[in-house]
């Protein structure tokens, strides 16, 4: 079994910052990309952010410049550092990982933590 757990939201005022963290665990393999996506009440979600295996990144306009997206492959994490929030950041943030767990590489999501920007 593959999970993805995130922590690392709350409540934050507009301008602050908070740093997400997306731990993968079970019989993984190896893990290729990760990335983060959120999803506000009544819109679709939305991509935010991507890393892969070489660290390479790629940001949503929205986020560029603020958020910073890195990984820690040892301990099979990535992670999101959220600066200059702004109102309408505040949504659910998910997190995914394309892990090959010995068959074949298939794509996992975390729970979603919630992010609330207050003015």
């Known amino acids: 079994q593959v999970q993805l757990v995130e922590s690392g939201g709350g409540l934050v005022q507009a301008g602050g910052s908070l740093r997400l963290s997306c731990a993968a665990s079970g019989s993984i393999f190896s893990i290729s990309a990760m990335g983060w996506y959120r999803q506000a009440p009544g819109k679709q979600r939305e991509w935010v952010a991507d890393?892969?295996?070489?660290?390479?990144?790629n940001y949503a306009y929205s986020v560029r410049g603020r958020f910073t997206i890195s990984r820690d492959n040892a301990k099979n994490t990535v992670y999101l550092q959220m600066n200059s929030l702004k109102l309408e950041d505040a949504a659910v943030y998910y997190c995914k990982a394309n892990i090959n767990v010995g068959l074949a590489y298939l794509d996992y999501w975390g729970q979603g933590t919630q992010v609330t920007v207050s003015s």
């Open positions: 890393i892969n295996s070489g660290g390479s990144t």
